[in-house]
Every structure is written in C-alpha cells, then in structure tokens.
C-alpha cells in the first residue's frame, strides 16, 4: 500500500523558511518521480515542484523559483521542499504527489502560513 506522509509546516513571518519532508512507503521510491502540489484557500490545486527519479532533475512552477528546493533522499525514501524567503501568497496546503501509471498518490498535506 502506496503511503505518503508530510512534515514540517508551520506559521512562519513572511522572509521566513521552512523545510517540508513526505516520507513514502509502499513502493520503489527511487524509481518514481516525485511532486509536490499545494491547495491554497479558496483555489484549486496548484502544481509546485518535481523531482525526477533518474537524474534528479528539478522542475518548478515559475512563483518558487529561486525561492524554493526540492530534493529527495532515496536511502530515507523521503522528498524535501526547501522554502525561502516565504510569501504570504505561498501560504496553502502542501501535499506530497506520486503518480505510477494513470494513478495519482496524495499525502494528508501539511499547512503552511505565512504571516505577520
């Protein structure tokens, strides 16, 4: 059974940083690609970031980058957001993303806030 567990949100001032953590089980992490999606209030779900299984290559959505960094640790079976100089737009749900096949995988979400 696919599980994807996040980590690591929070309230955090606007400049502020935090690290968000999904650890997986389930499935052959370092064969998969991985993403993060986040939901922001009233919005639909926003793609974030991805992270390629074979080269690591990185992707981003154009509002993170330079601001954000994904990563994965394929001995810990874990995928990590860096998240600087944060937002009050960045605020939403982060949810951690696994798609095998036509199927999509969804954390629970970790909420992050950025405000004063």
């Known amino acids: 059974e696919v599980q994807l567990v996040e980590s690591g949100g929070g309230l955090v001032q606007p400049g502020g940083s935090l690290r968000l953590s999904c650890v997986a089980s389930?499935?052959?992490?370092?064969?998969?690609?991985m993403s993060w999606v986040r939901q922001a209030p009233g919005k639909g779900s926003e793609w974030v970031s991805t992270?390629?299984?074979?080269?690591?290559?990185?992707y981003y959505t154009d509002s993170v980058k330079g601001r954000f960094t994904i990563s994965r640790d394929n001995a810990k079976n874990t995928v990590y957001l860096e998240m600087n100089s944060l937002k009050p737009e960045d605020t939403a749900v982060y949810v951690c993303?696994?798609?095998?096949?036509?199927?999509?995988?969804w954390g629970q979400g970790t909420q992050v806030t950025v405000s004063s």
């Open positions: 992270i390629n299984s074979g080269d690591n290559s990185t």
């Open positions: 993303n696994l798609r095998i096949g036509n199927s999509d995988y």
């Open positions: 389930g499935f052959t992490f370092g064969s998969y690609d």
